[in-house]
Antibody
Framework: VQLVESGGGVVPPGGSLRLSCAAS????????MHWVRQAPGRGLEWVSF?????????HYADAVRGRFTVSRDKSTNTLYLEMSGLKPDDTAVYYC?????????WGQGVLVTVSS | QLTQSPSSLSASVGDRVTVTCRAS??????LAWYQQKPGKPPKLLIY???TLQSGVPSRFGGSGSGTDFTLTITSLQPEDFATYFC??????????FGGGTKVEIK
């Protein structure tokens, strides 16, 4: 399994950005994929989840609900995170990840900086 | 919510190190431990509270159930200096992480 994030960058407060996570080697047994973020020098914060079938749907952390939208392109096995209304507190490295112990996969992360 | 303690500790090579993680409500054994080094994504060490991930040295161990969990490193090695996080997946897919424990060289 390989997860590769892209789309990070610097965006002003109130701006929008779309992150991508290209996945390869995905098993059909996985339930879905997550976005997790880590602010500079801080801990890990779960952001969002998208299920691979209809049983789990979409889930969001309270801090991003209504501003972030997760989606997936099944044809290219790519997960997206559409972020709008960005705030300085959203500045972080964003990881896509699969939690399916004992399998556990993370991308290398992509930095999003919200600053004027 | 997961509360990890301590938030940081200093230890020497060969020391026994213990990190605790307390859940605000019972999560049975749905807890994992991760190790993270600077600039890298986290690495899974232990899942289901006490099951050692393949390839992880046996000096790492996990215990606990319900609300109180422990990560133990029996003999700290130079490569173990890192930050450790607990993660609960009882409320999967809405997982949560503890605040982290940074293990530094004494």
């Amino acid at each position: 399994v390989q997860l590769v994030e892209s789309g990070g960058g610097v965006v002003p407060p109130g701006g929008s950005l779309r992150l991508s996570c290209a996945a390869s080697g995905i098993s059909f047994s996985f339930l879905g994929m997550h976005w997790v973020r880590q602010a500079p020098g801080r801990g890990l914060e779960w952001v969002s989840f998208m299920g691979f079938d209809g049983s789990y749907g979409e889930h969001y952390a309270d801090a991003v609900r209504g501003r972030f939208t997760v989606s997936r392109d099944k044809s290219t096995n790519t997960l997206y995170l559409e972020m709008s209304g960005l705030k300085p507190d959203d500045t972080a490295v964003y990881y896509c990840a699969i939690f399916a112990a004992p399998e556990d996969h993370w991308g290398q992360g992509v930095l999003v900086t919200v600053s004027s | 919510q997961l509360t990890q303690s301590p938030s940081s500790l200093s230890a020497s090579v060969g020391d026994r190190v213990t990190v605790t993680c307390r859940a605000s409500q019972g999560i049975v054994g749905a807890l994992a431990w991760y190790q993270q080094k600077p600039g890298k994504p986290p690495k899974l060490l232990i899942y289901d509270a006490s099951t050692l991930q393949s390839g992880v040295p046996s000096r790492f161990g996990g215990s606990g159930s319900g609300t109180d969990f422990t990560l133990t490193i029996t003999s700290l090695q130079p490569e173990d200096f890192a930050t450790y996080f607990c993660q609960q997946f009882h409320s999967y897919p809405e997982v949560t992480f503890g605040g982290g424990t940074k293990v530094e060289i004494k």
